[in-house]
């Protein structure tokens, strides 16, 4: 099996790559299963319940969330849908769910949504609750992966320390800036740091440069709107094996161009096959 991971989605332009392309990418790569931070889908910050069920009509088959979960009111008509889920370390009295068990291709995969706390609100420990979840759902699972949304590099990895052995994969979310450092823990369990952002590149982190550098140079409140230009797709694919073992996990960087041709290659081998 194929697990496609995406990073940090960002407004409408990170919405336009998934739209437009992410069923061609899934023929072309034979991706399984897609998971897909959705937390600044919405004009850069939170989700609405439209958003959510475009993304999985276009590909997506988990959506999971992050500290912006609850940014927009319209939240309401998703956040008790079927494959949505945000941090499960919220508070308890949270609305929504924070894991979610899926169906395919004969397996059953777990999906865990967790938030950090270094550098972050004071949630509830990340990793006394992963062990909550783990032994609930221990004989309904065959595949656990976990979306570690956080701040801290440190922590991320030592959420992979953690579970190493005892989940898929761990890929951390949050920064929008993808990691280097895809591999294979020592017990099994695939991790990177962070898959990076779906959006637009040309500005900081997904937000129009000049307002930020403004912020930064005059320390001034101004808005921060989603630039627009260089568009990429982010994430890393988790490849695993009849034992539900990570067997390989790579980080994927894919611009827009190249979505362009992956597309185009699949139109022009549906033109040529046979009536």
């Known amino acids: 099996m194929k697990i496609l991971a995406i990073g940090d989605l960002v407004g409408s332009p990170g919405r336009s790559i998934l ?44 959506i999971t969330c992050g500290d912006h979960t609850f940014r927009n009111k319209e939240i309401t008509s998703c956040i008790d849908a079927d494959f949505f889920i945000r941090p499960a370390n919220f508070s308890p009295k949270a609305t929504g769910k924070g894991w979610v068990i899926a169906e395919c291709n004969n397996k059953k995969v777990a999906v865990i949504n967790l938030i950090g706390r270094v550098f972050m609100q004071p949630y509830e420990n990340p990793f006394i609750c992963v062990d909550n ?47 280097s450092d895809a591999r294979i823990f020592p017990k099994g369990t695939a991790h990177i740091t962070d898959v990076g952002m779906t959006g637009p590149r040309n ?38 094996g009849d034992d539900n073992k990570a067997i390989s996990i790579k980080a994927v960087r894919l611009e827009l161009d190249e979505l362009l041709q992956i597309s185009n290659s699949i139109k022009s081998d549906k033109s040529n096959q046979p009536d």
């Open 133 to 179: 979840i783990l032994n609930q759902i221990a004989d309904q699972a065959d595949i656990i992966i976990v979306d570690m949304h956080c701040e801290a590099t440190s922590e991320k990895i030592a959420m992979g320390h953690h579970l190493d052995g005892r989940v898929t994969a761990v890929f951390g979310t949050h920064t929008h800036v993808q990691t």
């Open 203 to 240: 500005g900081v982190i997904g937000r129009r440069s000049e307002a930020v550098v403004y912020k930064f140079l005059t320390e001034m409140p101004c808005k921060f709107d989603v630039a627009t230009e260089d568009l990429v797709l982010e994430g890393a694919v988790i490849n695993i």
């Open 19 to 62: 739209t437009q392309h992410l069923h061609d990418y899934r023929i072309h790569n034979n991706i399984d299963f897609v998971i897909c931070n959705g937390e600044n889908s919405a004009g850069g910050s939170g989700i609405t319940g439209k958003i959510y069920r475009s993304l999985i009509h276009n590909g997506c088959d988990v």
